[in-house]
């Protein structure tokens, strides 16, 4: 017999929801930090001017906030395919323990890209980064809109991520307007 799925989103899965849910709830996981070093070449750019997105990197101590989505076991499968299709850009899927509050956590899996994947970017400076999120355009849209929805989704949850606020930042500084 098949359980509930919960599927914990950190990047445009916080904010662009297109499978069925029952349920969705803010949520954070441990020892993971949220980067700009996924490069996308499907959504926020093209294979010659990639994107920057979103990933999970290890990291002792931190926290890293989304929105966790409970998927009835009569959707797992419709859900699952769809997800692994929308994240084939360099994405995995990754067992995860996603937590609600101290004690009330669930089992779960969320998406993340490795740096051994090919559309890897790794580090960059904040102001390198946001240069690029400037800069690149894809089918699903700017790179600016996802930085922009990421903010505001997280603001929305009042949750704080110094690195994606850094780099909003600086893309306001460049473009005012934003």
Not at 26 to 50: C, E, L, M, Y
């Amino acid at each position: 017999m098949k359980k509930d799925l919960w599927i914990f989103g950190y990047g445009s899965i916080v904010w662009r929801v297109d499978f069925p849910y029952a349920e969705q709830r803010p949520a954070f996981i441990k020892n993971w930090a949220r980067r700009f070093w996924q490069g996308s070449t499907d959504h926020r750019g093209v294979p010659d001017k990639p994107g920057r997105v979103v990933t999970l990197v290890a990291q002792a101590d931190e926290i890293c906030w989304g929105r966790a989505y409970r998927v009835e076991p009569r959707h797992v499968d419709e859900v699952l395919t769809h997800l692994d299709y929308r994240e084939k850009g360099g994405y995995d899927r990754l067992a995860i323990e996603i937590i609600f509050s101290g004690t009330d956590k669930v089992d779960g899996i969320t998406y993340h890209a490795t740096r051994e994947n090919p559309n890897f970017l790794g580090d960059a400076s904040d102001s390198k980064i946001a240069q690029q999120i400037i800069n690149s355009h894809g089918p699903s849209g700017s790179n600016i809109e996802y930085l922009h929805k990421l903010h505001e989704s997280l603001q929305e949850i009042n949750a704080s991520d110094p690195h994606v606020t850094a780099i909003a930042n600086h893309v306001r500084a460049l473009i005012p307007e934003m």
